[in-house]
């Protein structure tokens, strides 16, 4: 199992982008799949994009197609997320995951292994 800590998230004006980075621990990352989930209070995680072990299959979320990118690098055992024309609906705290099946999939159940989340505030 994956250790994973995110970094990146902060305060932005809407129409601005924030890079979002989740550093994992363990010589296996380079085959998992990861993903990235947000949740706002009193609602349920939600999926944002995912990512294949190889890097090459990526999904997104309807809302975030065409603003996000998400990216994995296996030498750094890190995955980014770069968001850009950020809007208000965007602001949550975003959850990096990890998966042991190694594919790009949106249902959270899939993901074993959790980072503690880091909160992104878009302004208007």
């Known amino acids: 199992q994956v250790q994973l800590v995110e970094s990146g998230g902060g305060l932005v004006q809407a129409g601005g982008s924030l890079r979002l980075s989740c550093a994992a621990s363990?010589?296996?990352?380079?085959?998992?799949?990861m993903g990235w989930f947000r949740q706002t209070p009193g609602k349920e995680r939600d999926f944002v994009a995912a990512?294949?072990?190889?890097?090459?299959?990526?999904y997104y979320a309807d809302s975030v197609k065409g603003r996000f990118t998400i990216s994995k690098d296996n030498a750094k055992n890190t995955v980014y997320l770069q968001m850009n024309s950020l809007k208000p609906a965007d602001t949550a705290v975003y959850y990096c995951?990890?998966?042991?099946?190694?594919?790009?999939?949106?249902?959270?159940?899939?993901?074993?292994?959790w980072g503690q989340g880091t909160q992104v505030t878009v302004s208007s």
């Open positions: 995951a990890a998966n042991r099946w190694g594919g790009a999939g949106r249902d959270r159940t899939a993901y074993n292994s």
């Open positions: 363990g010589r296996t990352f380079s085959s998992y799949g």
């Open positions: 990512i294949d072990w190889s890097g090459t299959s990526t």
